[in-house]
């Protein structure tokens, strides 16, 4: 499966962005789809999960403010940020996780800066 992310850009403190990732098959055979962000000089980590039943796992530092959602007429998981700070600052990148095998889209810049 081929995945392409998209929805980044520069955004001021506080505000809003709404990523999306466009699967090349239907996501519906995807066990689990995710967002991992990657900032300069660190580690890649998980920010959220979702499985095809729906079931969701976010990080402690997302919680309250990021929404993750798939739309599985369109093929396509959506991550809604808010509040955006700071340190939300990295490229995001979507994950596939289908039977075991991982598959990655390209990265999205997020920049949350005034």
């Known amino acids: 499966v081929q995945l392409q992310a998209s929805g980044g850009g520069l955004v001021q403190p506080g505000g809003s962005l709404r990523l999306s990732c466009a699967a090349s098959?239907?996501?519906?055979?995807?066990?689990?789809m995710g967002w991992y962000r990657q900032a300069p000089g660190k580690q890649r980590e998980l920010v959220t999960t979702i499985t095809n039943s729906g079931v969701t796992n976010y990080a402690d530092s997302v919680k309250g403010r990021f929404t993750v959602s798939r739309d599985n007429a369109k093929n396509t998981m959506y991550l809604q940020m808010n509040s955006l700070k700071p340190e939300d600052t990295a490229l995001y990148y979507c994950?596939?996780?289908?039977?075991?095998?991982?598959?990655w889209g390209q990265g999205t810049q997020v920049t949350v800066s005034s």
């Open positions: 098959k239907s996501i519906l055979s995807i066990n689990r």
């Open positions: 994950h596939a996780l289908i039977n075991l095998w991982s598959y």
